[in-house]
């Protein structure tokens, strides 16, 4: 165990929708990535927060956009799906930048 | 541009033997971190073993070991006593800008 939640695990919706992931970070880490793994590919950084603010930003679409809480979990907010946009999205936190721990991941698929 | 190689898309090893990933990298930073993340069917990310760049001694976790190799930009991981456990794809990643940037992976078989 990670020590990172995410939440739900799987989500099942159709183009056009909007959804949201929530990542929980290990107890003391202050920083949260989020990263978008599709199908038989290797991970794609989105976005990352450090202490509630946006610290770092990579390959994220402007349909998607994250916020960190001041209580430090953080949502990724997914809108005008895609089918494109299936995929595991995952949540890492840090106490600064290394290492970086996993979540188990929240497996998106539209339909 | 940071980048991470790895070249084998799939190697496969007997039970019991030893096997070694390859992976190399490009960055233009001296102080950094590399990561070896193994992902199992299950789909989760493991950390299996990180390297400071700073430090000459090659890290060791249990049956996995690194050869880090500096100058070349090189940073293989080595299993040992392989475990059909260990079947898995495995990622090498270097630390960039508040990013981990990822190799392609390298799907390992463990042959029984």
């Known amino acids: 165990d990670s020590g990172v939640t995410q939440t739900p695990k799987h989500l099942i919706t159709a183009t056009g929708q909007r959804v949201t992931l929530r990542c929980s970070p290990r107890?003391?880490?202050?920083?949260v990535y989020w990263y978008q793994q599709s199908l038989d590919q290797g991970l794609q950084f989105l976005i990352q927060y450090y202490n509630g603010e946006e610290r770092a930003k990579g390959n994220i679409l402007e349909r998607f956009s994250a916020q960190q809480f001041p209580d430090l979990h953080s949502e990724l907010n997914l809108s005008s799906l895609e089918l494109g946009d299936s995929a595991l999205y995952f949540c890492a936190s840090s106490v600064e930048l290394r290492p970086q721990h996993f979540g188990d991941g929240t497996r998106l698929s539209i339909l | 541009a940071q980048t991470v190689t790895q070249s084998q898309p799939e190697m496969s090893v007997q039970e019991a033997e030893t096997v070694t990933l390859s992976c190399t990298y490009d960055t233009s930073e001296s102080d950094y971190y590399l990561f070896w993340y193994k992902q199992p069917p299950s789909r989760q990310m493991i950390l299996v073993i990180r390297q400071e760049a700073y430090k000459q001694q090659n890290a060791t976790e249990n049956r996995f070991s690194v050869n880090f190799q500096k100058a070349a930009k090189s940073f293989s991981l080595k299993i040992s006593d392989s475990q059909l456990g260990d079947a898995a794809m495995y990622f090498c990643a270097h630390d960039s800008n508040y990013q981990l940037i990822w190799g392609a992976g390298t799907k390992l078989i463990i042959k029984p």
């Open positions: 107890s003391g880490d202050l920083s």
